[in-house]
């Protein structure tokens, strides 16, 4: 790291242009060139709102690398080879009048390979299919869309609120959730990330809690590390 206004972070990979993904981008502005890797049309969708000139103040600030789904690419020198995953799913409401319908280029998960060892990252599942099966199978480790325990989880805080599954996101609980549907899985690390502050599984006394432990799973958190 170089200088008090500097990160050691070299390049950020866009899954989405959801405002979760992408607002993190303003916080490291001050000057530092940065590589983005997104699709053709998650840069327009940010291009487009006048927040992001913010990263165009000065010449090289920011270098976009386009992502093609299933095209594998190279995470700078640092020997990782990232596959993305297309997934089901459009645009985030604000920006839905740019959609394309085109597969994979709205959202998409991320296969990292490296050293021998195979790590997919799925923060925001609509559908868990036979082909992203395969995917998790030939994994060491999945980090997999913990948004909410149940599909009704939002409108028990909220009324009139969405259904899990209409937003996009596989609840992990119930016959057709994450954890039952993946429940012959046997792999060495299975996590949930991305997770709302409605899920209960956030709090480690809660019932929701014990069970996906007991299930085999563990709960991304902040500050959190995934290691060998």
């Known amino acids: 790291m170089h200088g008090k206004r500097n990160t050691p972070i070299k390049g950020i990979v866009l899954t ?22 997104a699709t053709a049309l998650v840069r327009r969708v940010l ?7 913010m990263l165009e103040r000065v010449p090289n600030q ?8 299933d095209k594998p690419f190279s995470l700078g020198n640092s020997g990782v080879t990232c596959t993305p995953i297309p997934l089901a799913g459009d ?31 799925t923060p925001s599942v609509p559908e868990i299919t036979e082909s992203l099966r395969i995917v998790y ?15 009704a989880e939002l409108s028990q805080t909220h009324s009139g609120t969405p259904l899990a599954r209409s937003i996009g ?22 996590i949930f990330v ?3 502050n409605t899920n209960p599984v956030l709090d480690p006394r809660s019932e929701e809690y014990k069970a996906v432990i007991d299930a085999g799973w563990q709960i991304g958190h902040d500050g959190w590390q995934l290691n060998q």
């Open 194 to 196: 991305h997770i709302n």
């Open 169 to 190: 996101h596989v609840p992990m609980n119930g016959d057709t959730g994450t954890i039952a549907l993946l429940s012959d899985l046997d792999l060495p690390r299975k």
């Open 47 to 53: 291009e487009s709102n006048s927040f992001f000139r």
């Open 16 to 37: 989405s242009a959801d405002l979760d993904q992408a607002m993190g981008l303003l916080l490291l502005r001050e000057f530092q060139p940065l590589t983005v890797y």
């Open 62 to 69: 920011l270098t976009w690398v386009e992502i093609i789904p």
């Open 91 to 121: 645009l985030p409401f604000y920006a839905r009048e740019l959609s394309t319908g085109q597969p994979g280029q709205s959202s998409m998960g991320l296969l990292l390979e490296g050293d021998g060892q195979r790590l997919a990252y």
């Open 137 to 151: 199978g030939s994994c060491d480790a999945i980090l997999i869309d913990g948004t909410f325990w149940n599909d």
